[in-house]
């Protein structure tokens, strides 16, 4: 394999405010998390990892690895550990979020085109195939990919800056009121019993029928010691275990942390610079973690250095703690 170098040519920094802005919003999608402006085409994929219920993988990463021309993708590392390109964006700018329900059926949500004028779709993946579950549509109360999730039974919620809405399986849309402003929502994600779990720039919530019960406030730090740089002090992915503890990959402050219902934080895996987490899944109790170089230069003047690299690896944590490195792109 070859080493993944990217080559900049400026920064958008409405993108580098959060993941839901703009969006730009976040870049993170993952690269989620830097926006890259290379000439002619622009990518910031997402960020995003997922593992389905045969054991294999898919992250959110761009593509080509090495070229001029970057597209968000989803990649896909089978059992076998053979790497391959699952589906690449139709045009750039792109994003695309990786999902998955409770039982494991994959979804990808891709964005693409300029503000207003975002073109959304939703794709549902198995294996290696792909197919279109919303058609590419600019109308966001049809569909919008500021987070989204989908049930087990086809109801997919996603979320239009503050408000969230709910799709069933025969298309008719709806809002689900939440009973209190939680300003704009940044994550979202089916739990085991059909819950909801809602996250804010700050805060995670769960939804249970018609009652809202926050269950960590205050999860971003003021000014984190590590953040990678500036305005990337945010949440990037979620997941559920089979005992409802939720994983959070928070990208600014460089760790995964696993929170319970009850509201007690741990953290399961801490990023040295130049690693930060932007994905992450749990099953069978392991923790799978998708993390990435920023480059070796300052995130200003990243650009400037033909030879930087960004690069992605993804790392295991098992039941007893231990940490393996499962996969890295590298030049071997």
Not at 107 to 112: G, K, S
Not at 284 to 289: K, Q
């Amino acid at each position: 394999m070859r080493v993944l170098k990217l080559y900049y040519r400026s920064i958008n920094q409405d993108c580098m405010k959060n993941r839901y802005s703009t969006f730009c919003s976040i870049v993170f999608a993952t690269l989620s998390f830097i926006v890259l402006l290379s000439s002619p085409a622009k990518a910031h994929p997402w960020g995003g990892l997922v593992i389905d219920s045969e054991g294999n993988l898919y992250f959110t990463f761009i593509c080509p690895f090495v070229d001029d021309d970057h597209y968000a993708c989803v990649w896909k590392i089978d059992t076998n550990q053979e790497l391959s390109e699952v589906l690449k964006s139709q045009r750039s700018p792109s994003d695309i979020i990786l999902s998955s329900s409770p039982g494991r059926n994959i979804y990808a949500a891709e964005r693409n085109g300029y503000s207003p004028n975002f073109t959304n779709t939703l794709w549902e993946i198995q294996g290696s195939e792909v197919s279109i579950l919303i058609s590419p549509n600019r109308n966001q109360d049809v569909f919008f990919i500021q987070a989204y999730a989908v049930s087990d039974n086809g109801t997919i919620y996603f979320a239009k800056e503050n408000q969230l809405f709910e799709r069933v399986s025969n298309g008719k849309i709806s809002e689900v009121k939440l009973g209190k402003d939680l300003g704009n929502i940044r994550l979202l994600e089916v739990g085991n019993n059909g819950e909801l779990y809602i996250m804010n720039s700050s805060d995670l919530y769960v939804k249970t029928g018609d009652n809202l019960r926050l269950i960590a406030p205050g999860l971003k730090k003021e000014d984190p010691e590590n953040i990678p740089f500036r305005g990337a002090n945010i949440f990037f992915d979620i997941a559920i275990d089979k005992n409802d503890n939720i994983y959070l990959a928070y990208y600014g402050n460089r760790k995964v942390i696993r929170i319970s219902l009850a509201g007690e934080i741990q953290t399961i895996l801490e990023s040295q610079a130049p690693w930060s987490p932007h994905g992450v899944d749990v099953i069978d109790g392991e923790v799978y973690v998708l993390e990435s170089t920023l480059g070796n230069g300052k995130w200003w003047k990243f650009w400037e250095k033909e030879d930087d690299e960004i690069i992605p690896r993804i790392r295991k944590v098992d039941n007893d703690g231990e940490i393996t490195e499962l996969f890295r792109y590298s030049s071997d």
